[in-house]
């Protein structure tokens, strides 16, 4: 993040309908599915293969742009796994696409399951595993997002995956829909909320995972759209990296997101999907341009204001 | 299930180090992968195809010994997400293949996500999607287990999209793993536990889609290892039909689910696993003699008890 001078994630979450155009044209090259893992396209191609190779396209296309401006990638892999057959081969191709160009990956599935169905998932989404006939690869993620709802169990073969490659978990803290009141927000007889002592659990299950940086390895997801949770949050998890989604289309603004950078300037991961890749539909411009410009604009207020927090922390 | 006389369903949780014996050899069928959606092997077969066909054999010859004794099969996603490129067709092939067998299919993902992502999701695993060059299907799965902690507006989405299809979704209540004490089993301020309140919301979910037979098209996931809150879930869900995972190899036993019946011969799910496919390793038998005796075994102890508890209720 130094490095790139930037806490911004691209967020992948192709919608068909709002594909830039000319991302259906690039049908016939064998490596449009999965550039590094010779996943060729079939020959003969339904609307399954088309609408799979239309959406890789699509992303490369955003990666292209606005990658110099961020600093990893996440794939929501619902809009993955809705491609059909070649869902997970997009996916793993694009994730190489990325690390490519320099970005990390944070494969955004809210997985949580027990035992040997979280380590099946955690060796999907990053090294894979050994099969029967040979090595079968991973998505080779550097980061999961996981579901705390099943409790520890359920998050540790995932953050054994992770820290396998050297990366790590961030657990679903407190989310930005409404539905958050339901169950995240329900207040605890021993005091606090559901959310709270979820905040509890990530900063115990990271305890060991906290590096040089000063930062763990378990961190936790929260929604940017009501940024007075973020402050308690920094307090019970002082070394978690926060992955904030939820500026720009659903309301978030940078501005608000401060206190994450209290754990030092890695301590907030800035996701932004739709106000991106859908920035030319205000500004008029090329989308390439605009979600260039509007990656920029993101990468610079962020920047700024974790200077700020920083040199006054 | 009346006219199956069975409760049973056989989960398909493929472990690659217990494959049948003879399923890696089944490569060079054209069917193989996907055998109602004509998903071909690629000709020049690497370690991935060749595991994920030997997977497909696997659960086919597994299908084919029990499908009788049995009402549905559950698919655990991750087992299928960890064979890389061709998961998802080895599992919509398999749902088709069970289908064709007079199977109920449940997708056992676990997912939860909000609005767009949720639907993604829920389209992929039911009745896909009309893409931009035509129609991308879906798993075709009758019922989806889904995670609550994001809430009802979490949820909403998937049970949509079952319903499109005259399906339901299975909410997860109280799970069998060490780890629900942490979250699941939270005293609330307000009185009872996250999971009782779960339930409740999952009954509320489900008001409105009781049908004929006095169960909603809303049920849960209660692990089987647990039987005294079987009796209590049934209290705060009276219409919910009830997934019963844990059987056998997790140490749940079927003499204790009866309060699932108290709703009706339909009101319980009891999914095996492990049980079924490994069978052979105590009886000696052959693979598919012992999971067909082993399933018709649960099968029948399973139907006795409903038939007791739906006499004396």
Not at 25 to 41: K, N, R, T, Y
Not at 264 to 285: D, K, Q
């Amino acid at each position: 993040m130094a490095e790139r001078e930037s806490q911004i994630v691209l967020g992948l979450d192709p919608d068909l309908l709002s594909l830039w155009p000319g991302s259906g044209e690039a049908l016939g090259s064998q490596h449009d599915i999965e550039p590094f893992q010779g996943g060729a396209v079939p020959v003969e191609t339904g609307p399954e293969e088309r609408t799979a190779v239309a959406v890789a396209s699509h992303c490369r296309a955003l990666i292209d742009a606005t990658a110099e401006a961020c600093v990893a990638v996440k794939l929501q892999l619902a809009r993955f796994e809705v491609l059909g057959r070649h869902g997970l081969a997009v996916a793993r191709g694009l994730a190489a696409y990325a690390r490519a160009a320099g970005l990390l990956v944070i494969a955004d599935g809210k997985r949580g399951d027990i035992d040997v169905s979280a380590a099946a998932y955690a060796a999907a989404l990053t090294d894979g595993i050994e099969g029967p006939f040979g090595p079968v690869p991973g998505l080779g993620a550097d980061l999961l997002t996981v579901n705390p709802l099943m409790g520890r169990d359920a998050l540790e073969p995932f953050l054994a995956a992770a820290r396998r490659s050297g990366g790590g978990v961030l657990v679903l803290v407190r989310t930005s829909n409404p539905g958050a009141a339901d169950v995240e927000d329900l207040e605890l007889a021993a005091g606090g909320s559901v959310w709270e002592r979820i905040a509890r659990l990530a900063d115990e299950l990271g305890e060991r995972g906290v590096g040089e940086s000063g930062l763990s390895d378990v961190g936790a997801v929260l929604g940017a759209t009501r940024p007075e949770h973020l402050a308690r949050a920094r307090e019970l998890m002082p070394a978690a990296p926060l992955l904030l989604p939820g500026v720009g289309a659903q309301g978030g603004r940078v501005q608000e997101l401060g206190a994450a950078f209290a754990a030092g300037r890695a301590g907030g991961l800035i996701s932004a999907s739709r106000s991106i890749s859908e920035a030319h539909r205000s500004s008029g411009e090329a989308p390439a341009r605009a979600a260039r410009a509007e990656a920029e604009r993101l990468r610079e207020s962020a920047w700024a204001l974790s200077s700020e927090v920083c040199a006054t922390s």
